[in-house]
């Protein structure tokens, strides 16, 4: 199953973080524009008005800070009623009951990321993380001591993992195979055929699955969301989550651990045990915010959900649409989930422009456009665009980059 992904090699630099080069980005805008900056480089739903939480999610929150029964520590494992609520949760679509002890909070999913890591690290540990993917975990396991190795997604295949690669890449030290479902950067959704095989490949390797869930049900194709947690009887997986992207409340920092293993594996007293010692070390979300974690589960309408992914759907569509009449730039795959997507840019086709940092940067001082170079993620000469954006401000931002293109285009 080979990728024909261009620079197969390339990873995400060490220590390069996405908001690092975000940062960076903005410095590059030219102040005599007078056009607004539009920023499709970073998953923050909310910097747009087509995106905003429900009153009865904000509610939940001023109920339970103005109740005062919540100013004080939480258990570090989290508040008993979160807990719970997670679980039954994320039980609703698992074929088994999951239980309040198998849930931590912690603080986003970055949080639970790193807990992960460090709950599994051990002297000469690896990690296989995707290619693309999140550059957090590269940064998490670095400090960790956790050496990282990259298996491909292909994007011929709908950016499905490289099943070859991973089993070539795995030896006895590895400690996980981290799969991000649906999937930042790419867009994609993995099928429920997939998933089994991505589990059972885990198992001939005995090792397990670290399901990261941050957009899950965040699926607008033709493929469903399943969790990984599904074939948990198969392989133990941790799954990570968070409220943040379904719920558009990323500032929240209320993220979940969740031990996903009917098998009992995590129950084992001294696994538990340590898991739990690892979390007093944390500090957590804040306790009004977990308290209210009960309500916003509950009373949340499904319209709310219906209205989010017709929007992503309408922006992905925008985005595909306008793409192909952009001939240096092409997507393999139309968008099945998540916020973003990863565009191909083809240099050949281009007057100077070195490679996709280059593009990124000469595009936001020309045009006050901002989307994220590939090799952030892992992929040099691709770009990340994050659609998460209304309708009107996708349709903009890809003007402007079809007029920056025709303008750096070989005659």
């Known amino acids: 199953m080979a990728s024909n992904v261009d620079s197969p090699a390339a990873a995400p630099p060490s220590g390069i973080t996405i908001k690092g080069i975000l940062s960076l980005l903005m410095e590059s805008i030219d102040p005599r524009d007078t056009r607004r900056l539009i920023s499709l480089g970073i998953g923050d739903p909310t910097v747009y008005s087509a995106f905003h939480t429900t009153p009865s999610t904000e509610d939940a929150v001023v109920h339970t800070l103005r109740s005062q029964n919540f100013n004080g520590y939480a258990p570090t494992v989290g508040l008993p009623q979160a807990r719970r609520s997670i679980a039954e949760y994320l039980s609703r679509d698992l074929p088994y009951k999951l239980t309040s002890d198998d849930v931590f909070l912690t603080s986003g999913c970055t949080q639970a ?53 991973v089993e070539a890449l795995a030896d006895e030290n590895t400690i996980a195979v981290v799969v991000i479902n649906p999937g930042n950067p790419c867009g994609n959704v993995h099928s429920y055929q997939h998933l089994m095989e991505i589990a059972e490949t885990a198992r001939r390797l005995k090792t397990l699955v670290i399901a990261d869930e941050v957009y899950a049900h965040l699926a607008f194709g033709d493929t469903p969301f399943v969790p990984m947690g599904t074939f948990a009887s198969i392989v133990p997986v941790l799954t990570l989550g968070s409220l943040s992207k379904r719920w558009i409340v990323p500032g929240w920092r209320l993220g979940w651990f969740v031990t996903t293993d009917p098998s009992g594996k995590f129950r084992n007293p001294k696994v538990t045990e340590y898991i739990k010692k690892y979390f007093d070390l944390l500090g957590g979300p804040a306790t009004f915010i977990q308290a209210a ?20 759907r309408l922006s992905s569509d925008i985005c595909c649409a306008m793409l192909r009449e952009i001939p240096c730039l092409s997507c393999p795959q ?78």
């Not at 974690?293 to 992503?312: M, R, S, Y």
Request: proline share 6%; with cysteine.
């Open 334 to 411: 139309k968008p099945k989930g998540s916020m973003a997507m990863m565009v191909k840019v083809n240099l050949s086709m281009l007057e100077d422009i070195s490679d996709d940092i280059d593009f990124c940067f000469k595009l936001v001082k020309e045009e006050s456009v901002i989307i994220l170079p590939g090799i952030a993620v892992g992929l040099k000469d691709w770009v990340r665009i994050t659609f998460a954006a209304d309708p009107t401000s996708i349709s903009e931002a890809l003007g402007r980059v079809k007029s920056f293109c025709q303008r750096h285009s070989k005659r």
């Open 293 to 312: 974690v009960p309500q916003i589960i509950e009373e949340t309408d499904e319209a709310f959900f219906e209205k989010t992914l017709d929007t992503l």
């Open 113 to 165: 990321i790193d807990a992960a890591l460090t709950i599994l690290s051990r002297p000469s540990a690896n990690v296989l993380l995707p290619r693309p993917g999140f550059p957090v975990y590269e940064l998490i396991a670095t400090f960790r001591r956790v050496e990282v190795r990259y298996y491909d997604l292909v994007p011929e295949k709908g950016w499905e993992v490289n099943l070859e690669n």
